[in-house]
């Protein structure tokens, strides 16, 4: 059994600029959700996708977006990067009637 | 609007001694609960969960909860500490049922074990 992937590792941007990260569901699971963890502090929920729309939003402004593809892969889209993106950004995927998320490795988002 | 409460940024125990990391939480719905370890540089590994049934849950390497409903606790033990056990500990909940998998968590607790 596949687990969470992500990719990349770690990424520099700078501020201003976009950035795409992706994540791999485990096998099976058709919920993706993703978070953003600052440095100390514990994970914020971003969003949820389910069937490839977006079914659950945290306090994010919108130019954090994402998407799901059919095969229940996601990626999370952040425009005009500012410092304060910097962070841990986690996937999780879940499946339908289970009741714990699976976590990724995450990517740490370094923008200067 | 569901909160979770960790009590102490930072846990120092001996090497054999209890490990007592503590969550409170706030939900206006039955909550499901949860305990997820961190190492660093790495994501969130699931301890344990608390959905339904019996409110005393084991998880892996040892871990244990209790769920008591009417503290709004779900405190995390390990009866003898390992140095093997040094990393951060995030509590979390989310609604119970339907398929908004959002979990909230708290701050986290770091726990460093002195030899």
């Known amino acids: 059994e596949t687990g969470v992937t992500q990719s990349p590792t770690h990424l520099i941007k700078t501020r201003g600029q976009q950035v795409t990260l992706r994540c791999s569901s485990q096998?099976?699971?058709?919920?993706v959700s993703w978070y953003q963890q600052a440095l100390g502090q514990g994970p914020q929920f971003i969003f949820q996708?389910?069937?490839?729309?977006?079914?659950g939003r945290g306090n994010f402004p919108p130019r954090f977006s994402g998407l799901q593809f059919p095969n229940y892969s996601s990626e999370l889209n952040v425009n005009a990067l500012e410092l304060d993106d910097s962070a841990l950004y986690l996937c999780?995927?879940?499946?339908?009637?289970?009741?714990?998320?699976?976590f990724g490795q995450g990517t740490r988002l370094t923008v200067v | 609007a569901q909160s979770v409460t960790q009590l102490g940024s930072h846990v120092s125990v001996s090497e054999g001694a209890l490990v007592l990391l503590r969550c409170n939480y706030s939900?206006?719905?039955?909550?499901?609960l949860f305990w997820y370890v961190q190492y660093p540089n790495q994501g969130l590994q699931l301890l344990l969960k608390?959905?339904?049934?019996?409110?005393l849950v084991k998880g892996i390497n040892g871990f244990e909860a209790e769920f008591k409903k009417s503290e709004t606790s779900f405190h995390l033990t390990k009866p003898s500490a390992h140095m093997s056990d040094a990393a951060e500990y995030f509590c979390?909940?989310?609604?119970?049922?339907?398929?908004?998998?959002?979990?909230?968590f708290g701050k986290g607790t770091l726990l460093t074990v002195n030899p």
């Open positions: 999780a995927s879940s499946s339908t009637g289970g009741t714990e998320a699976f």
């Open positions: 096998s099976g699971h058709n919920t």
């Open positions: 996708y389910y069937r490839e729309e977006e079914n």
């Open positions: 939900s206006s719905v039955p909550p499901y």
């Open positions: 608390y959905t339904t049934g019996a409110t």
């Open positions: 979390a909940v989310r609604r119970s049922g339907g398929s908004n998998y959002k979990l909230t």
